[in-house]
């Protein structure tokens, strides 16, 4: 029954919190705790359904140009779901990992991230939570990282291969998400997982993310095995 059985990496674009915001008269910011219930819900569904790896896109290196309230907004919400994350850990046999340059947020935000991090308690899901993380930024240090690796003798340029550079991205270890998911109905990845994504189905969703329910994600996982995937062979 390999058929029925669910991705075992899941990403997701949580994208429309401001628009479902807009839409009820309310600030963006209200959008946004919206949107970190949603992703509560949907995270502990991936555990219902066996889901391994949960990726999410929660704030990329392009959302700075957003005004100094509503970043601000964002990191007091993300600081407030983190601290309950941590207390309940052990309960939602969850755990996580952060994809991004963490060193641009607050210390006190990195700090619950390192917190949230080394904890290791028994776990179902992996979330690997992006924050100030962008697809090209992860790219450009991965190069930057093994160029520095040259040059202190560990490698020569010319063993460069795909797995190697690979292991030089935050992902290292984690297989590429089959699946990505983008509600709110734009068609684009806004510098989303540009290295692993490569072969990963894309499906694109008309729901706003603090209104997307388990039954989205059900359904985006059948439209899934809907595709056919020939990873470039017949
Ligand atoms: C996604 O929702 C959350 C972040 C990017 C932090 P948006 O805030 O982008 O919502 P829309 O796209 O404006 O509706
Ligand atoms: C992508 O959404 C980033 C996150 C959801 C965290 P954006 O709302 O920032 O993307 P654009 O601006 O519509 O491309
Ligand atoms: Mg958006």
């Given at each position: 029954m390999d058929n029925a059985a669910p991705p075992q990496h899941i990403a997701i674009i949580m994208d429309g919190n401001g628009r479902w915001a807009k839409k009820r008269g309310l600030p963006r910011t209200a959008g946004h705790a919206a949107g970190a219930e949603s992703?509560?819900?949907i995270a502990n569904y991936c555990r219902t359904l066996g889901v391994r790896y949960l990726t999410v896109y929660a704030f990329s290196t392009e959302n700075w140009k957003r005004s100094a309230d509503e970043v601000a907004g964002i990191m007091r919400l993300l600081g407030r779901y983190l601290?309950?994350?941590?207390?309940d850990m052990e309960k939602n046999r969850v755990c996580f990992?952060?994809?991004g340059d963490l060193t641009k947020l607050s210390p006190e935000l990195q700090k619950l991230c390192h917190d949230a991090e080394s904890l290791s308690a028994d776990y179902d899901v992996q979330v690997n939570f992006c924050l100030n993380y962008g697809g090209r930024d992860?790219?450009?240090r991965a190069?930057?990282?093994f160029a520095a690796d040259v040059a202190a003798g560990k490698y020569r340029p010319e063993e460069l291969t795909e797995e190697l550079l690979s292991q030089y991205m935050y992902s290292r270890d984690i297989p590429d998400p089959e699946l990505i998911?983008?509600?709110s109905g734009e068609l684009r990845?806004?510098?989303f997982l540009l290295w692993q994504s490569a072969y990963s189905e894309y499906v694109f969703m008309n729901v706003l993310w603090p209104d997307f329910s388990p039954q989205d994600l059900d359904q985006a996982i059948e439209e899934y095995h809907r595709r056919n995937r020939r990873f470039g062979g017949t």
């Open positions: 992703f509560r819900r601290r309950e994350a941590l207390a990992r952060f994809f992860e790219i450009v190069a930057s990282n998911i983008r509600p990845t806004s510098n």
